[in-house]
């Protein structure tokens, strides 16, 4: 079995997908719309919960509850 993948304009897709589920020899799997986070690989989603945790901090910082460290301080550390 092949799979097409079809980029429709939103204008005709519901056109589109009368016209072929009227032909028996194709299959129509209609894809739920998923968050991109959802079709992201594991190690992906640990990078991006690592960035998304990175970004809560630092509005942490800018509202001034969470202290900030010099680059100086971390650059020393490593």
């Known amino acids: 079995?092949?799979?097409?993948?079809?980029?429709?304009?939103?204008?005709y897709v519901s056109f589109?997908?009368?016209?072929i589920k009227n032909f028996d020899f194709i299959k129509v799997r209609e894809?739920?719309?998923?968050?991109?986070?959802?079709?992201?690989?594991p190690s992906q989603k640990k990078?991006?919960?690592t960035i998304k945790e990175g970004f809560?901090?630092?509005k942490l910082v800018?509202?001034?509850?969470k202290q900030s460290r010099p680059l100086k301080d971390v650059i020393n550390e490593l």
């Open 47 to 49: 990078t991006w919960a």
């Open 62 to 65: 800018e509202a001034g509850i």
């Open 16 to 19: 589109f997908m009368k016209l």
């Open 31 to 41: 894809k739920k719309k998923i968050s991109l986070e959802d079709e992201l690989s």
């Open 56 to 58: 809560e901090e630092m």
């Open 1 to 11: 079995m092949t799979q097409i993948t079809l980029h429709i304009s939103d204008t």
